[in-house]
């Protein structure tokens, strides 16, 4: 059962083709996800001070965010939790529809002299000349490795494994994770100091996502704005993918890496829904542009790709075997993919999505009905969660992972 935050928002209607919308700006600075039961007067919806609290572009002015609700959960943080649901025959079956089986975990944690984390570490699992799976450490020093997770009901031999660090140092005898750790330290300094962030915006601007687009645009504005002003002391590069479908009058439209973020702000702003027509849609196209397409840098810590969408990819092998491949590279680039994912996805999606993030080393984002902003949102099978304004869970991330 979800926790909910706040007290106060269950009469809002929100008129998507209004040109005022309402939002809230009483927050509980200690507590980024809350909401203030006083934020809204339910019959005019006037903030408290009497002042309309704007916050969309259609109403004009400068977009604000905090409009649009959602809750996170972190599967690697939840193993247990993730390793019963994925044995359930219902859940069972998510394995087989995308032949992804995510279950197999190695977690590595690096330290260097006086314990400080090893950032940007590459770690291979081998078996023999062979790369089982890759991924770089991030800010903790942690990487998390998969054995052979495109491959059901694979039986493997633990003890014929080794990691390779660096491509130098040869580590065996490695532990499961439900045997624990492996954790390493050695005779290095450590990175005490964060390199920066790089940040990619993958948005689906299909047909389907007209009863929210204009809402996230708002919340993307808010959040590369926000991370901009709260990390002044590091370069934080930001990028954006936004995407259709093969058919549609475009598949892909990149805005490539710059460290101004009007310039990302403005391509944002720029984009509307559209197109679209069957369920599915050209994700492993979106992803494959940003993850395999945009120079990311190798000596960067903190790199992100949030993928705001609402429908899946098509089930061609083809496509299939390109977004598999694709979501391996982002783990040995160090690329911590996070789905956000709107109203219209059914189980199967939220299922590839959670594979998605659990295989990066991120996490999983859902907008939910509270804000009562767009159709119906699926209800995740997850534990008990909090409900935060979307753009504030966003910053939140951020912040932990820059």
């Known amino acids: 059962m979800k926790k909910l935050i706040f007290l106060s928002l269950l009469s809002i209607v929100w ?41 969309s572009t259609a109403g004009g002015g400068d977009p604000t965010g905090g409009l649009i609700t959602a809750g996170e959960w972190n599967d690697l943080e939840n193993w247990d939790f993730w390793i019963s649901l994925l044995e359930t025959s219902e859940h069972n079956e998510m394995e087989e529809v995308w032949t992804i089986d995510p279950a197999r975990r190695v977690a590595v944690e690096l330290v260097g002299i006086n314990n400080v984390p090893m950032r940007d570490a590459q770690i291979k699992l081998m078996s023999g000349s062979e790369i089982v799976w890759e991924a770089q450490t991030d800010k903790k020093g942690s990487a998390e490795l998969f054995i052979e997770p495109y491959k059901l009901n694979s039986s493997f031999n633990l003890s014929e494994l080794n990691l ?109 829904a559209g197109g679209g027509g069957d369920f599915p849609e050209a994700v492993h196209s979106a992803l494959d542009a940003a993850i395999n397409g945009l120079p990311w840098s190798a000596d960067v810590t903190s790199k992100i790709s949030f ?83 979307l753009n504030d869970l966003m910053v939140r991330l951020l912040s932990e992972y820059i």
């Open 164 to 272: 390779t660090i660096n491509d130098d140092i040869i580590m065996n005898n490695l532990l499961s994770f439900d045997q624990g750790i492996n954790k390493y330290t050695l005779n290095f300094l450590g990175n005490v100091n964060s390199r920066g962030a790089e940040i990619s915006f993958i948005v689906d601007a299909t047909g389907s996502m007209g009863d929210e687009l204009e809402f996230l645009k708002d919340e993307l504005y808010d959040v590369v704005r926000r991370v901009q002003e709260e990390h002044t002391d590091k370069l934080i590069m930001t990028s954006s993918v936004f995407y259709r479908d093969q058919t549609d009058e475009y598949v892909t439209r990149v805005s490539d890496w710059t460290s101004d973020v009007g310039q990302t702000v403005e391509f944002i702003k720029e984009q509307s």
């Open 15 to 55: 008129l998507c083709s209004c040109s005022d919308h309402f939002g809230v700006d009483d927050r509980d600075l200690n507590d980024p996800g809350a909401i203030s039961e006083d934020a809204f007067d339910l019959s005019s919806g006037i903030m408290p001070g009497g002042e309309s609290s704007g916050g």
């Open 307 to 389: 993928l705001l969408l609402d429908a899946p990819p098509h089930k061609e092998d083809q496509v299939l075997d390109n977004l598999r491949a694709t979501i391996k590279n982002a783990a040995a680039k160090g690329i911590k993919i996070i789905p956000i994912v709107a109203s219209g996805i059914d189980k199967e999606t939220e299922f590839l999505m959670r594979f998605m993030s659990v295989l990066t080393n991120g996490t999983y984002v859902f907008i939910t009905d509270d804000s009562g902003i767009g159709n119906s949102h699926l209800e995740p099978t997850v534990g008990e969660f909090d409900v935060e304004f």
